[in-house]
């Protein structure tokens, strides 16, 4: 089998489906149920059921996602769960309009941050080069640079933490950034990168599925 142009969407029959994971299945250890599930019919979901999500389930996320790679082991990632009604309310008031429906009505929202004072944790989470905290601490540019590029880092890996908890989750962006900020995190050391819905996906969670760069648009070899 060659790749050919169709693998810019997912596979639209079960014979391509098959075709294209014995394509791939010597060289992937993880099962096609668990790639499935993270990656090939995962989707942005729209809408939920009323279906809660736990604290249980969160904590779980985080111990699986924590192990993930970032810079010099720095991990900026700070994590709002927002349960409480008045809560919400707040949040849901900065959303963009188009967000506002599904923020609402979502079982759980994460509000995810960049700690810009990620530095003061260096010590303890990298102590084999003592000098990485006045380093970062002596630098603001290069400070908050790492701390956004780390923290979205962590983003991804928390997107699929989620989906490994059988879960849908809805990231997004479009929200008033300074205006979270202030709201959630009024210390002014951190700042609002992303809010993502988590659930189980409701009816009609799914927009149709948007075509991927194939491998030869993206890969070059040097």
Known sequence: MTVQS???TYPETQ???EQFEAEFADQLQLST???DLLFREARTANTFTDEPVSEEQMR???ELVKWAPTSMNNQPLRIVLVRSDEARARLVD???EGNKPKTQAAPLVAILAADNEFHEELPRVFPHFP???DMFGGN???RLRTAELNATLQIAYFILGVRAAGLAAGPMTGFDADAVTREFFPDGEHRALAVVNIGKPGPDAWFPRSPRLDFDEV???V
Do not use: G, N
């Open 33 to 35: 149920e668990a790639q």
């Open 6 to 8: 169709f693998m810019t």
């Open 60 to 62: 779980a996320i985080y």
């Open 219 to 221: 890969v070059t070899t």
């Open 94 to 96: 900065l959303m963009a």
């Open 131 to 133: 000098a990485a905290k």
């Open 140 to 142: 603001e540019a290069m």
């Open 15 to 17: 014979a391509e489906l």
